[in-house]
């Protein structure tokens, strides 16, 4: 078996200007000079982003109320006052659920969530109701929709609301800031 070299491909500079052959570039006065603008910034999407879809949410994640039944969450760092004040921060937006099932609360729950951290809400007030319609006097979405709170990432903290706020048929979320 013999090897053949092959001849060496021309340098590319010569390459281009013969496939050029007889262009004439053009007069120095005839060209356009675009200004230079760099693009606008879109947000993209975090992998929490992702993380908020319905399917990421468990009905299957049990919710402890803890010690005598309170309802309060936070996530690790969040300071004990910020859970203090959550009651009295100014509510920027609400989500009513109560007489809702269960697949539907929470397709609008993330809905809502992911509505707030588009808009950069951060305290939210949603209400599940009390109970007091359903067979058993309990309400079914309080401790789902706890359970679902504390499944998603932007959430920081909640608490149940204050009596003028919904109290137990009610729960104030605190949201992460929007980067």
Not at 40 to 50: A, G, I, V
């Amino acid at each position: 078996m013999t090897h053949r070299k092959r001849p060496a491909p021309p340098p590319p500079d010569e390459t281009f200007r013969s496939a050029l052959g007889g262009v004439t570039p053009l007069p120095a006065g005839n060209k356009v000079e675009h200004p230079r603008t760099r693009p606008s910034p879109r947000p993209r999407l975090r992998t929490e982003d992702h993380a908020a879809s319905d399917d990421a949410l468990s009905d299957h994640v049990a919710w402890d109320a803890g010690r005598e039944g309170s309802f309060v969450y936070a996530r690790p760092g969040v300071r004990a006052q910020a859970l203090r004040q959550l009651r009295r921060q100014r509510v920027e937006d609400e989500l009513d659920l109560h007489g809702l099932t269960v697949a539907d609360a929470r397709a609008l729950l993330v809905r809502f969530l992911d509505h707030c951290r588009r808009n950069g809400l951060r305290h939210v007030r949603i209400i599940h109701g009390k109970g007091l319609r359903s067979p058993n006097g309990e309400s079914v979405l309080k401790a789902k929709v706890a359970s679902w709170l504390a499944q998603r990432e932007d959430v920081l903290a909640f608490r149940e609301a204050s009596a003028s706020g919904g109290g137990s048929g009610a729960v104030v979320v605190l949201l992460k800031a929007a980067r």
